[in-house]
Nanobody
Framework: QVRLVESGGGSVQAGDSLRLSCVTS????????MAWFRQAPGKEREFVAA????????DYAASVKDRFTISKNNGKNTVTLQMNALKPEDTAAYYC??????????????????WGQGTQVTVSS
């Protein structure tokens, strides 16, 4: 059984940093694409970042590039999203997603197989 558990969300001021973690079970990060998505109230879930099993492929949404960093520790079954220079528009529930060993379009929610329950990030100005 695959399980993804996010943590690390909270309420911060603009310019602050947060570090989100996704602890996984039932999958191997060395053979699975992983990603972070987010969803603000009244909006569709949107792509944030993705990382390939080998760490060779890493992709970011334009809105977070150069501020967010995705990484993973295969041995600890954990995927991390380091978020710096947070902005009010980053406010959303953040979700960890797991795919397979191949992803056609990582920016599309339908290509991902498993989802966590989400962790809330609130950034005030």
């Amino acid at each position: 059984q695959v399980r993804l558990v996010e943590s690390g969300g909270g309420s911060v001021q603009a310019g602050d940093s947060l570090r989100l973690s996704c602890v996984t079970s039932g999958i191997s990060l060395s053979t699975t694409y992983m990603a972070w998505f987010r969803q603000a109230p009244g909006k569709e879930r949107e792509f944030v970042a993705a990382i390939s099993p080998s760490d060779v492929y890493i992709d970011y949404a334009a809105s977070v590039k150069d501020r967010f960093t995705i990484s993973k520790n295969n041995g600890k079954n954990t995927v991390t999203l380091q978020m710096n220079a947070l902005k009010p528009e980053d406010t959303a529930a953040y979700y960890c997603a797991a795919g397979s060993n191949q992803i056609i379009n990582p920016r599309v929610t339908g290509d991902w197989l498993y989802w966590g329950q989400g962790t809330q990030v609130t950034v005030s100005s």
